[in-house]
């Protein structure tokens, strides 16, 4: 069993609706990370957090809207979101930061835009 | 050029095979390589890292070409339960830190 537990496993919402995807990890870690997996491209880094402070945002869309509120919570809030969207988004959380490359994944949300 | 590139596949072997994937990088300056597996509909699991020695771990078996810029995962005695996709790990030093960056993934099925 993960100790990176994520919340939906799977999202169907319309464009103009507005949702949240939800990440906990009970590993103690201090980075928390977002991913998105598109079918055929490699996982994409979306945002990283340090001790919930943002370190990295890789280029997204403002229409994704990330929350650390503490070390073990990460939020990826969405709203106007586009069908090409459509994609699984992947939590994970590391220790020591950006210097550890043991990432833990949760089980992931597989979101479908309509 | 991708950062990071590995044959999609599938390739399909029998059971007791071995099997061997490639992985090329493009920065010379990439630090430290790994391979994750990843089974269908689930998250990514690190498998093992990849050492300039060369590194062992059961039948799994992970080499690094630093000249050449590939690492390489083999496989022996291949069992059903190895099917998945293996993932190509580079990290790399960037002015915000250690960056991971993922291969596409390369797709084993073993069969009977």
């Known amino acids: 069993e993960t100790g990176v537990t994520q919340t939906p496993r799977h999202l169907v919402m319309g464009m103009t609706n507005k949702k949240s995807l939800k990440c906990e990890q009970h590993l103690g870690h201090n980075a928390m990370y977002w991913y998105k997996q598109s079918a055929k491209k490699p996982l994409e880094l979306m945002f990283v957090?340090?001790?919930?402070?943002?370190?990295e945002n890789n280029s997204v869309p403002s229409r994704f809207s990330p929350e650390c509120p503490n070390s073990s919570h990460l939020f990826l809030h969405l709203h106007t979101l586009q069908p090409e969207d459509s994609a699984l988004y992947l939590c994970a959380s590391s220790n020591g930061g950006l210097n550890n490359e043991k990432l833990f994944f949760g089980s992931g949300t597989q979101l479908s835009v309509l | 050029r991708k950062e990071v590139e590995q044959d999609p596949g599938p390739f399909n072997v029998p059971e007791g095979a071995t099997v061997a994937f490639n992985c090329t990088y493009s920065?010379?300056?990439?630090?430290?390589f790994f391979w994750y597996r990843q089974d269908c509909r689930k998250e990514p699991k690190l498998l093992m890292s990849?050492?300039?020695s060369g590194n062992e771990d059961g039948r799994f078996t992970a080499q690094l070409n630093r000249a050449s810029q590939y690492i390489s995962l083999l496989i022996r005695d291949s069992k059903l339960s190895d099917s998945a996709t293996y993932l190509c790990?580079?990290?790399?030093?960037?002015?915000?830190?250690?960056?991971?960056?993922f291969g596409t993934g390369t797709q084993l099925k073993v069969e009977l």
């Open positions: 790990v580079v990290k790399k030093l960037t002015g915000g830190g250690n960056k991971l960056t």
């Open positions: 920065n010379s300056a990439s630090q430290s």
């Open positions: 957090y340090n001790f919930k402070e943002q370190t």
């Open positions: 990849v050492y300039s």
